[in-house]
């Protein structure tokens, strides 16, 4: 099993997350590339400490919307969003060939995640730009979603991820934030979640409706509070039941 | 000789110089990378279209500063140069691959490239993070700068560029925009420097200083009043002279 | 009756519309605010022409997209709108007062004007805003609006606007653009269609179903292609007719 | 005698600094205003939470450079930092007309306040902006500097300050980040220093040389290490010796 975390989200003077200790403990990291957060000096370290930690780096784009951390959903085109993806996928691309590193996955980030997920004009667009720069690489998203699909399509690998810390709607969705139960915050909690999601899938919907979800990535949030100890609750769990945690895209 | 100039500056809803006009002049097309102009619609589109008229496609990365255009000194450190640069150099990179085509050299834009020029710790940061992205890169810059010293003490290929459009000092440097001459307009004097820098490189300073300059390549401002009209003196000039109009990059 | 149009767009080393010659038909100017369009600089020299000119100064508020100009709906909150809206009105009353004159409505940009229109929570958000900042403002809507709406609601003088130069829906909604028929460009038509709305208001949707829109203000887009000439047109007809054109907003 | 620090400097989904607690130790918050640091919303909480508490608020404009914290230094000329500088004010009087409250003086930020300190030019412009937007606000700027000056040649009020966590040079400027000794974190050292100023102004620069310093108010740097503890402990060291703390502007 792969765990993955949202990783380079400070900005200029300002911190987010404890992405050393995040490196510690997950196998993929989803490296902003500066739209929605990161700048170049952040990628740049960001990289450099993955690369030394063995951390496949992935590519997580977002719409250009720094003030809204990529959170808002912002009506650009598919055009528009092809471009940013091709845009942002090479910055980080380049940083990594400097750290002697390269790129494995492209993930998208905060709103264009969501819309990825749903819409499918949105996924093909992504999934045919990160196609056009780079065929070898894969496209990580949320399991049964449009994104998957288009990735196929396209002839992409694709991964497949699950929340251990989200809540789930009964249709398989993910809870929206704000929602009662959409954050799960306990680390008990939290690792029993990415056991069942590591082994047979079968969670509950936050309305009790049984679900079987077999994700390639577990994705912890770097920025929920008490990420750190969410994320090594979930690897203590894992390791401890004998579960190799290996990135997915090697 | 080759002909650059600097393209791709639109930038969302404004529109700036005319592209698809200089690029039947060009050889090499200076693409901007969205920290002083362009954006990703605007880089993918200036990449086509220079890809299908056969123009050299080269990096123009500038300082993070679109209000100013990237022609403002700023005191970014080497190390935060050397990061944007790579991070700039990168999304045009993914671009052009995008679009079938590739990069084949970077020129530093506006403020940057003055600093460049004068520099040596700026120019080696630069210098150092176009030959870690990729050694096959050429680098573009002002003939007998910094910046041509510090791409030869890395081992890159340099191509020293010429103005036409530009007034010189006597010591071989730039004329400051502002003062008296700095900019030639009248399209016949511009042919006429162009055709003194193509062949035995004899001009003349500000000041009447008698200087020699043999760039690899010319430059025309695409801002600059009348740059296309400019740009069209100089490519009949140089062509009705006989001389072979070719990317320096090749 | 007034004429308004959207003002001050252009931005650092990019120029949109031909700020002078609208300046010579209008009697309203939407001042971009830095969000969307204008920066500082451009804000000043809009401020200085207008107040010049006798022409009312509006602000004119928009999502903070410079890439997108405003016009993509972006899911902000209420909440982040209103600080959004206090921060761009208070810097242009500051660059007014800087330059002697004051501003005298607010009128939301693009994207935001839509939603403005549509949406009441958006709209009491704008209008509290405004009515907080100062209560004698003017807020210039959509005739019909939930914008003007929650401008009453909050004992805001408000003024209403129809376009001479776009279609019109059945229900009196604009016509989104890209929709045929959504831009008018032909002087005559628009002139005519200024005509009717600051007269008996009579005009047909793009489907033929009788209106009557009775305006306080008859708004020229500025970066509508031959803007300065429909704007010309439309004064002509209405000055020429013997109407007089004269702030709504004293 | 009067304790300011810089306030609001945080950003979208990024915080800096602890503001509830810095705002029980100052009397005045130097606001910023969304150029390097700071948001709409932001700078509404802060004025919220700052006028609750008594405390005076200023604005705190800086250069448009986000990425660089408004601390790298930027070659806008006097023109744009003037307009720029009216900008902010006005976007911060607006917030704080829409809370109730209002803006008592200026403060520039970060190497805007370093060039203005130094440079004639550059103090001229932010002076005569300020008392163009509201010639009753103060201006607060390092004691004796080109900035007290140009406040004192415009007619403003001014107010001098001093720093009690950096250390001085021997002509009485700052030394620079970077040097060793420029930033004082103990916090004992720190109270001493500002008992010192506030009441003989005897200290001594980081060479030995003695230096009397009379500030109007003592800065303390809200996002040193341990900002908050510094500040306290100044508090409480003015206090106890039975000084009376209370804003310069009134």
Same mark, same amino acid.
């Given at each position: 099993?792969?765990?993955? *975390? ?69 009506? %650009?085109? +598919? ?18 060939? %400097? ?27 992504? %999934? ?6 780079? +065929? ?39 809870? +929206? ?9 306990? +680390?008990? %909690? ?33 920025? =929920?509070?008490?990420? =750190? ?16 945690? =290996?990135?997915?895209? *090697?």
């Amino acid at each position: 099993m792969d765990l993955n *975390a949202d990783l380079g989200e400070s900005f200029g003077a300002w911190t987010l997350g404890d992405d050393a200790a995040l490196l510690r403990v997950v196998t993929s990291a989803n490296v902003a590339c500066g739209f929605h957060a990161g700048d170049a000096t952040v990628m740049r370290a960001t990289v450099r400490l993955a690369a030394a930690r063995g951390v496949a780096i992935g590519a997580h784009p977002g719409y250009r919307d720094l003030a809204g951390f990529g959170r808002r959903e912002l009506a %650009a085109t +598919p055009h528009e969003i092809a471009d940013e993806v091709i845009y942002q996928l090479g910055a980080l691309q380049a940083v990594c060939t %400097a750290e002697g590193t390269r790129v494995r996955y492209v993930k998208p980030h905060g709103a264009l995640y969501n819309r990825a997920a749903a819409d499918a004009a949105t996924a093909r667009a992504i %999934a045919e730009s990160v196609a056009r720069v780079d +065929p070898s690489l894969v496209l990580l998203a949320l399991a049964g979603s449009a994104l998957i699909e288009a990735g196929r399509a396209v002839g992409l690998q694709v991964a497949a991820e699950a929340f251990a810390d989200r809540g789930y709607l009964a249709d398989g969705r993910l809870a +929206p934030r704000g929602m009662a139960g959409a954050l799960l915050t306990d +680390p008990a %909690a939290v690792a029993s979640r990415a056991f069942a999601l590591a082994t047979d899938g079968r969670i509950d919907s936050l309305d009790g409706t049984p679900l079987t979800i077999l994700p390639d990535s577990i994705c912890i949030h770097g920025d =929920t509070p008490g990420a =750190t100890r969410l994320a090594a609750a979930v690897r203590d769990r894992l390791a401890g039941s004998g579960i190799t945690l =290996t990135p997915f895209a *090697a």
